[in-house]
């Protein structure tokens, strides 16, 4: 939203009805309907932004709200020269098409003028009827609900059917899926005209991400064979970063590719301010382990076009001390940095986020992997100029970060016995205060997957509350598991 003109202090977010952090239906104030329209075109986890006619606990009651409410909220609407359309979207239930056709029938009270158009409607209304009560696989505690609703703007969700990895030339295991990339994205604000970088490029998913929101990028790797050499597909066509980019046409926004790591980044003294965002996922061990370059005098080179840079194994502490200093010398002021940050979910404190002079934390949202092993979505913003003699004190005071994630491997593999009866529990770190959310009822025994599914659900919500804030609103895959978008009602004032 603030890409758009619209500043934190004009949005409004209202909690959902009955208060649960995990209902989809939140409520949202925005100075206008246009900026509403454009939120959503970025978002990636809300369902749509709809303007609120009415709701109620049953039919009488939604009735009487709705009646209740200005006559002339609905009347620009409900004209004899627009054609309109009733949308019937169910949570938690499921209604036949039976069913569906004799809910929107009660809505006969309302004196529509115009004619129906199923197709190409200009107006479209949604009543939506939230019965997750009787729902064990749904978590929380979300109240049945009708609401009717007039759609502003529904999120642009086909790019991650046009930029899903499973369609794209060139792959590899830590390829980044698109919709969290788009979500990186939209965190760090990246638009049109922007010079971004992604120093740990690797295929080039958040490259790709970036560029579709028609930033220049530019990529740097510590592996020169993973950006220059690639691999052979399945048909035996040698595919590499740059078949992406051909694949979306996206080339004219390919700035350039290096091969480097921050640990001995060539860029001369005096190169600063230049990026208007920095996003990547650092190496921290699950599937590849971190490495930087070490000069090795000894090692006598024959063919630079063939030569490989010796490397060393690179602590996730010290690759986060350079990507901080890197971010505040090379960052505008105002700029961001977006990265992830791996935490055992048993071990975790606030102080291990690294930090620095130049660089404040904006957003820390913990996504769940595992009973043991989560990584937390990382949001900081470049508020001071660089100060090297600053920077130097400060890390000599604080070191490199020591995280309890260090013991990764034993984190992730080590046989332990787990407490069956144990309630998990997500808490969600950001500029503003939220309560934590309980993975599990009451009274209730749910499955692995099913508190999986609560944490990850909490996860997407909250960061989709955050995203609006920054013109986005994000969702991820969580392994082979998918989960629906957040919904949020949009309502003006009346």
């Not at 009827?129 to 696989?137: I, L, Q, R, T, V």
């Not at 970063?241 to 046409?249: G, I, K, T, V």
């Not at 076009?305 to 010796?310: E, R, Y």
């Not at 309560?435 to 989709?464: D, I, W």
Request: glycine fraction near 8%; aromatic fraction near 8%.
């Amino acid at each position: 939203a603030e890409m758009f003109g619209c500043s934190i202090d004009q949005l409004c977010w209202r909690r959902p009805y009955g208060n649960d952090p995990l209902s989809p239906f939140w409520y949202l104030k925005l100075p206008s309907e246009e900026v509403a329209r454009k939120v959503a075109d970025r978002s990636m986890l809300t369902r749509g932004l709809f303007e609120v006619w009415g709701e109620g606990a049953d039919w009488s009651a939604l009735q009487a709200d709705i009646l209740s409410r200005p006559a002339a909220q609905r009347e620009p609407w409900m004209r004899e020269d627009q054609t309109f359309r009733v949308v019937m979207d169910a949570y938690g239930r499921s209604l036949s098409m039976q069913e569906q056709v004799a809910e929107i029938q009660k809505l006969a009270f309302l004196p529509f003028k115009g004619r129906v158009d199923l197709k190409k409607p200009q107006v479209k209304l949604w009543l939506v009827m939230a019965g997750a009560s009787s729902n064990d696989g749904i978590p929380g505690e979300v109240p049945d609900r009708l609401y009717l609703c007039r759609e502003v703007a529904l999120s642009n969700r086909s790019l991650l059917g046009t930029y899903s990895l499973a369609k794209r030339a060139y792959i590899g295991p830590t390829s980044m899926d698109c919709e969290m990339a788009f979500l990186m994205a939209n965190m760090a604000k990246v638009n049109r005209g922007q010079l971004v970088l992604d120093p740990y490029a690797g295929t080039g998913s958040i490259l790709i991400a970036m560029a579709h929101f028609g930033a220049q990028v530019m990529g740097t790797d510590i592996d020169i064979k993973v950006i220059k050499r690639g691999r052979k597909d399945s048909g035996g066509r040698q595919v590499d970063l740059y078949s992406n980019f051909e694949q979306y046409n996206l080339t004219g926004r390919l700035g350039g590719l290096l091969r480097l790591d921050l640990h001995t980044c060539p860029f001369r003294p005096g190169i600063e301010e230049i990026f208007h965002a920095i996003v990547g996922d650092p190496p921290y061990g699950v599937r590849a382990g971190g490495r930087k370059s070490v000069p090795k005098p000894e090692v006598e080179i024959r063919d630079r076009s063939t030569h490989i840079p010796s490397t060393d194994p690179y602590t996730l502490g010290e690759c986060l001390r350079d990507l901080l200093d890197f971010a505040a010398r090379t960052l505008l002021v105002g700029g961001r940095l977006v990265y992830f940050f791996p935490a055992s979910v048993e071990d975790y404190q606030e102080s291990e986020i690294p930090t620095h002079p130049a660089l404040t934390l904006i957003a820390n949202t913990e996504q769940n992997l595992t009973r043991r092993y989560s990584r937390r979505l990382m949001t900081m913003q470049k508020v001071n100029k660089y100060d090297a003699a600053a920077a130097a004190a400060h890390h000599a005071a604080c070191g490199d970060p020591i995280l309890s994630i260090d013991r990764l491997h034993d984190v992730v593999y080590e046989p332990r016995m787990v407490d069956a009866e144990a309630t998990d529990t997500l808490s969600i770190d950001s500029a503003a205060s939220v309560p934590q959310a309980g993975s599990e009822r009451p009274g209730k025994t749910k499955k692995y997957a099913s508190k999986v599914f609560n944490n990850a659900s909490s996860f997407a919500k909250r960061l989709g509350a955050l995203e609006i804030e920054n013109v986005a609103a994000a969702m991820m895959s969580f392994r082979d598991m998918s989960f629906a978008p957040m919904m949020v009602i949009y309502g003006l004032e009346y």
